[in-house]
């Protein structure tokens, strides 16, 4: 049996999160997107800021991963497939929009991004384990595919990763009786492999830049399962 847990949880982001602390994450949110639009690169641009603001860790996580430039945010939408046509094949990125929605089922923050994305703050780092919300993630996931009748899904899942073994089947173990065919590969440059396909799902910044197209397959999820979900917007 999956441990129960709550994935991406602080206590800390009830306070950094604030009604309050949006006030200043907003503010600092424009002084990123100035300094990037002239040319400085997030993390330097971040890190001015947020010394400037005196910013926790995980408010410039969160400003880095919401805050893109009008070039970007102008490509990702051009590529991305509002609605998906039947049949199609979709290309998961599969630890990074299984964790997402776990964050979701787990009541942690989630951000609403500027290129439309929906993001977490949950950190993989090599690391993974299955909790009673992965079904749940798995389940909504599912959801979707049904409604568009994809004819394909390919999951790609990062082979350092622990416990990717054991994900693969527990996907496998869900999907058997579905009615679409179903690949699993647990490979390693996921995102090299991604970023030459189409059909993309992720919210990977770097595969959306190079992807051919992309579903936003997570936020269809959540309005599917209408979610009460914690999405936040550090920027106005």
């Avoid at 998906?84 to 009541?107: K, P, Q």
């Amino acid at each position: 049996m999956s441990k129960i847990g709550k994935r991406g949880y602080v206590p800390e982001d009830e306070r950094e999160f604030s009604e309050k602390s949006l006030i200043t994450l907003k503010r600092a949110a424009k002084d990123i997107c100035y300094l990037m639009e002239q040319g400085y690169p997030i993390k330097s641009a971040s890190t001015f800021v947020g010394n400037h603001y005196l910013l926790s860790e995980r408010q410039r996580l969160a400003l880095v991963r919401s805050i893109s430039v009008q070039k970007q945010i102008a490509i990702r939408r051009q590529k991305e497939i509002v609605s998906l046509e039947e049949d199609a094949t979709l290309y998961i990125d599969g630890f990074n929009t299984i964790i997402t929605l776990e964050v979701a089922f787990s009541g942690s923050p989630l951000f609403d991004c500027m290129d439309g994305t929906i993001r977490d703050l949950a950190g993989l780092r090599g690391t993974y384990r299955l909790i009673d919300k992965t079904e749940l993630a798995v389940d909504a996931i599912a959801k979707v595919l049904l409604k568009y009748k994809v004819r394909k899904v390919v999951f790609y899942l990062d082979a350092p990763v622990s416990n990717s073994g054991r994900l693969a089947q527990l996907l496998r173990e869900h999907y058997k009786d579905l009615p679409f065919a179903l690949e699993i590969e647990v490979i390693h440059q996921v995102d090299a492999v991604l970023q030459k396909l189409d059909h993309v799902v992720t919210s990977d910044a770097i595969i959306l830049d190079h992807a051919e197209s992309w579903f936003n397959l997570v936020k269809e999820a959540l309005r599917l399962k209408k979610l009460e979900c914690k999405t936040i917007r550090v920027w106005d």
